[in-house]
């Protein structure tokens, strides 16, 4: 890409790092639409990302679909809104199995199930530089970031996980709103940010959109 595009953000982070950063975003709904996006506008080239939905009506309001792609493959649709927005072709792919992982790893599923199954091929992975897990509920997010050959950040991390049926659940109309998406996909892009230019970041940050509360660890 041509570096004058990127003119008024070089001395914030240097394009090169940006354009040879390799992350992977498993998850395509609210935080993983958004925060492909807003990678790509941020200069990272090679975007690869997973996710096996279709969009439909009910995203509309708080992910990064339009009215036409109802019906359509998430990752399809974001594809072209990149590639229409930036001219970056991101990679798509289905549904995440098993399939080898590298560089930057972001999870933004929406199942704790899921979470689980991913977190068993990126635990002591070390063909992974950084590994960050977003959640959401209604007006609250939290973005817990690692380093997954860290023994004490991988013993951290695992205690915050436990199944689906332990987790809280939400009535339908208070999952999610864009005020919380927008805040969370920003924030795990800063955290990318950071650790392509070295510098440190807190492990744990809480988002409350109900109190305008940021809490770091």
């Not at 990149?82 to 289905?94: A, C, D, L, P, S």
């Not at 199995?97 to 999870?107: A, E």
């Amino acid at each position: 890409m041509n570096e004058q595009m990127y003119h008024r953000q070089l001395d914030i982070i240097p394009l090169a790092r940006l354009q040879k950063a390799q992350v992977t975003v498993i998850g395509c709904g609210a935080v993983g639409s958004f925060t492909a996006f807003t990678l790509a506008k941020m200069g990272v080239e090679h975007i690869t990302i997973y996710d096996d939905d279709t969009v439909t009506e009910h995203n509309l309001p708080n992910q990064l679909f339009r009215i036409k792609d109802v019906g359509r493959q998430k990752v399809t649709a974001l594809k072209e809104i990149t590639q229409e927005f930036h001219g970056i072709g991101v990679k798509t792919r289905g549904k995440y199995i098993d399939q080898p992982l590298g560089g930057i790893v972001i999870v933004t599923v929406d199942s704790m199930d899921a979470r689980i199954s991913i977190w068993e091929h990126v635990k002591y992975n070390p063909n992974i530089d950084l590994f960050i897990d977003s959640r959401m509920g209604a007006e609250v997010g939290r973005i817990i970031t690692i380093h997954p050959t860290d023994p004490s950040g991988v013993n951290a991390y695992e205690q915050t996980l436990h199944s689906s049926r332990e987790a809280l659940q939400a009535r339908c109309t208070e999952k999610t709103i864009i005020y919380t998406v927008l805040g969370i996909a920003s924030s795990i892009c800063g955290k990318v940010k950071k650790h392509l230019a070295g510098q440190t970041f807190h492990k744990s940050i809480t988002l409350d959109f109900r109190q305008a509360i940021l809490l770091q660890q």
